[in-house]
């Protein structure tokens, strides 16, 4: 346990976490984060992180607002990059390949690193041009019947197909909050994807989409390696195998799910869990 009490960790920005406890790294890691710094101007939001993503697995990452959450998981495939004043420093690396070099494309990188955001926000236009629009910009269909292969399957992995597919042609934005999700995950899925990140998928849903959401998340980890955010440590429980806690920019512990809910090592960690804070 770590002898931080809890008033100290809700109170100093110069808390001093001694490292992370647990296990941060993979034997089939996909991606490898190492020493990871992200600063908004002069403002530090990740504090020397590190960890791996293995393959074929979801990790959850959890932990109250603000505590950095968000930001690192959009490091993994430089959505930070739009952020003017938002610096990345440290080692990312998917498999050998670092996604920080100067010469790798963000684009291209952002087709091998998908994600899946908060809100559903499907393009305004139909169902079939939604998930159509990342494999027809990157050019992975010769004609229109791969293109509709590709599309079809897309939604069939999703759990979609079925219920659009005799109105394809319809706006995506006229489906149901959790239909629009799905598509965008559909979306992600079309561009083969080797992982994909999502931030709070399931937040501005109902409990059935949600239920619909998770039972395809713990489908996709059969063929994608998964990261998630998300504030329900319900959630977290139910989908993830490996869970990373973060405090105020740093990685506090990381382990199995099931340990870092039951038996956690860290105070913060338990304190988070059991409701004191968050």
Do not use: W
């Not at 809890?6 to 190492?34: C, P, Q």
């Not at 690193?113 to 926000?121: D, H, L, R, S, T």
């Not at 429980?237 to 039951?262: C, D, N, P, W």
């Amino acid at each position: 346990m770590s002898d931080l009490s809890i008033t100290e960790a809700l109170t100093s920005d110069d808390i001093v976490i001694e490292g992370t406890v647990g296990t941060t790294t993979a034997e089939d890691a996909k991606m490898s984060m190492r020493n990871v710094n992200v600063f908004y101007g002069d403002k530090q939001a990740i504090k020397n992180v590190s960890l791996d993503l293995a393959r074929n697995q979801v990790t959850a990452l959890i932990g109250p607002s603000g505590c950095g959450k968000s930001t690192f998981l959009r490091c993994l495939n430089r959505m930070n990059d739009t952020i003017p004043i938002c610096r990345v420093e440290g080692e990312l690396k998917l498999e050998e390949q670092d996604i920080y070099a100067k010469k790798l494309d963000p684009v291209l990188l952002r087709a091998r690193v998908g994600m899946v955001f908060q809100k559903p926000n499907p393009f305004p236009k139909s169902i079939y041009d939604n998930v159509a629009y990342g494999p027809r910009i990157h050019g992975l269909a010769a004609n229109r019947a791969e293109l509709d292969e590709i599309v079809v399957s897309s939604l069939q992995k999703a759990g979609l197909f079925g219920e659009v597919k005799d109105r394809l042609d319809a706006p995506g934005t006229g489906l149901s909050g959790g239909q629009q999700q799905r598509l965008c995950i559909a979306r992600t899925i079309a561009v083969s994807p080797e992982v994909i990140l999502m931030d709070e998928p399931a937040s501005a849903l109902d409990p059935i989409a949600t239920a619909v959401i998770e039972e395809l998340i713990d489908e996709l980890k059969e063929k994608y390696t998964i990261a998630i955010v998300t504030h329900s440590m319900q959630q977290a429980a139910r989908v993830s195998q490996a869970t990373a806690y973060f405090h105020m920019g740093h990685l506090v512990e990381m382990g199995k799910t099931e340990q870092i809910f039951t038996n956690p090592t860290h105070e913060l960690t338990e304190n988070y869990i059991t409701g004191r804070f968050g």
